[in-house]
């Protein structure tokens, strides 16, 4: 590392890290990042960093695995600073999975890896800041099943507080949408996958916040197509009808776009799709409408629908199609939902850089602090090469 970066790397290390209590974090802050952003080095835990390093292997990792930090001390300065430097248009909601060998580090449970096959696994929730310059995360969250959450001594064992209790992932959201916004932080817009938006309470969540959404939802969500009238509560259930037949039935109004994917190289894509409004109109939103929400009228959103093939058939729809229900004003310019809703693809870069190069699925530790410490970590070194790939002499926060 040069004296340049080295002092780059210092600055950036005394603001992220201001609120540590001691000097001594900070200075192994600094180590760990160096450690992470090492390049040659395959594996980025604690004994090889330490070694490449030249640094005591047990001080290296009793900061990241023992030491008394909050991670949470940390994500608003660093979620502050990524802010800062990518002035996001979206805020992407996703979760994570960090394949594990055993039951007993923390919050490791058979379960769904993402969209892929059970496997045993812990799941991070993270936000991300996404904008012309770049992407990066902002905060981390790991889920904790209800089976760790009920088991006392597996808790103890894994440093896991005890005012915590199980949350579902989109109260894990909310939650660290309010505790960054006490730094004055809310998203300019969400995104997030279908997981996140089939949950009405999330929706709502964002709503009675005032965060605009714009969120994947499965094509068998029950809507209403709006005809310009307010619709009560419980007014035209017989005409209720499925999110995939309104897209067929406005597939001839689809128009052709251009986006990339960094799931495919980047390389340009192109996708035919159509917005078109309608009313929510599953038992949740007519129950929360008949009790006095939203003037006891049905939402009405916009339904922003991709067909990946022109000639695609209702055959092979599961493909063809992704769905999204947004609550963005009427007059948005169809080009302007179509290049919000594909930037959320870009946090894959995200992932592919932190697997690859900054060692985000190595750490071995099997505690509560220890996971947050180093995905934290992680993301600040994840940053700190975004600052040195836009600018080399990126603003602090104040």
């Given at each position: 590392m040069t004296a340049e970066l080295s002092a780059d790397l210092g600055e950036f290390v005394q603001d992220v890290f201001k609120y540590l209590v001691f000097d001594s974090q900070r200075v192994w802050a600094g180590t760990y990042l160096r450690g992470l952003m090492l390049t040659g080095l395959k594996r980025k835990s604690v004994q090889p960093m330490a070694a490449a390093l030249g640094v005591p292997e047990q001080?290296?990792?009793h900061f990241v695995g023992v030491s008394s930090w909050d991670a949470w001390e940390v994500t608003p300065r660093l979620a502050a600073r990524t802010v800062r430097v990518l002035e996001p248009t979206v805020w992407v909601l996703d979760d994570h999975p960090f394949l594990r060998t055993g039951p007993k580090i923390v919050c490791a449970k058979k379960q769904y890896a993402g969209n892929g096959?059970?496997?045993?696994?812990?799941?991070?929730?993270s936000w991300h800041a996404v904008s012309s310059k770049g992407s990066s995360p902002l905060a981390w969250r790991l889920f904790m099943p209800e089976a760790w959450a009920q088991d006392p001594a597996r808790r103890a064992v894994a440093r896991i507080p005890p005012h915590l209790e199980h949350r579902t992932k989109p109260e894990l959201a909310l939650e660290m949408l309010d505790e960054v916004a006490v730094a004055g932080l809310h998203p300019p817009l969400v995104l997030a996958d279908s997981l996140y938006g089939q949950n009405?309470?999330?929706?709502?969540?964002?709503?009675?916040?005032?965060i605009p959404w714009l969120l994947a939802i499965p094509g068998n969500t029950t809507l209403l197509p709006a005809d310009g009238k307010p619709v009560t509560a419980w007014a035209r259930e017989d005409a209720q009808i499925t999110a995939y037949e309104i897209a067929c039935s406005v597939r001839y109004r689809a128009r052709r776009f251009r986006y990339r994917e960094p799931t495919h190289g980047h390389r340009a894509r192109y996708g035919w799709f159509t917005a078109v409004r309608v009313h929510v109109a599953g038992t949740t939103t007519r129950k929360a409408a008949a009790a006095g929400r939203n003037g006891g009228h049905l939402p009405e959103l916009t339904l922003l629908v991709q067909w990946k093939h022109k000639r695609a058939t209702n055959a092979d729809h599961a493909e063809a199609f992704r769905i999204w229900l947004t609550d963005l004003p009427t007059d948005t310019p169809l080009r302007v939902l179509v290049r919000r809703a594909t930037s959320r693809w870009e946090i894959e870069t995200d992932y592919k850089d932190m697997n690859q190069h900054l060692g985000l699925g190595h750490y071995e530790g099997r505690t509560w602090p220890g996971f947050h410490h180093h995905v934290t970590l992680v993301s600040a070194a994840h940053l700190f090469c975004l600052e040195q790939r836009l600018n080399p002499k990126a603003p602090a926060t104040t």
């Open positions: 001080n290296l990792g096959p059970v496997k045993l696994c812990q799941v991070g929730v009405v309470a999330f929706r709502q969540g964002l709503s009675d916040r005032g």
